[in-house]
């Protein structure tokens, strides 16, 4: 576990947009043009240690930044979401949500979407019951 005077999220980067509880930043590594995180501003390592007012702050700054990023960037879709521990890829243990936008093309077949995260998942097909 990072220390918070460690913390990337707990110094005073960029904002986009913000309230009481919590704050949106454009991610440092994006996985798209406008890449947005949003933060809790206490020091919480996951979602599930956050209290009701933070998630729905949380939530709150995810609508907001859509408004930012269709503006400024025009994205076709979007991908939000939230790793939780290690095992599920959290690699900063300071609650944050990714809003990720999408380009149409930007890969083969999104077919699955966030199911991608375990590449042979992503792909599935529809099982069709036979009526007799």
Not at 16 to 28: G, K, V
Request: with cysteine.
């Amino acid at each position: 576990m990072l220390e918070l005077s460690n913390c990337p999220f707990c110094g005073d980067p960029e904002k986009i947009i913000e309230n009481e509880l919590a704050f949106a930043h454009y991610d440092t590594y994006p996985v798209s043009a406008g890449h947005c995180l949003i933060i809790t501003r206490r020091h919480v390592a996951e979602y599930f240690q956050a209290t009701a007012e933070e998630k729905a702050a949380i939530w709150e700054l995810v609508d907001q930044v859509k408004t930012v990023i269709d503006r400024d960037f025009g994205p076709d879709g979007y991908n939000v979401g939230v790793n939780i521990g290690a095992a599920a890829g959290q690699s900063i243990p300071h609650l944050h949500v990714h809003v990720i936008p999408r380009y149409a093309g930007d890969v083969e077949n999104p077919q699955g979407g966030v199911r991608g995260v375990i590449p042979h998942k992503q792909k599935y097909v529809r099982i069709q019951m036979g009526s007799e």
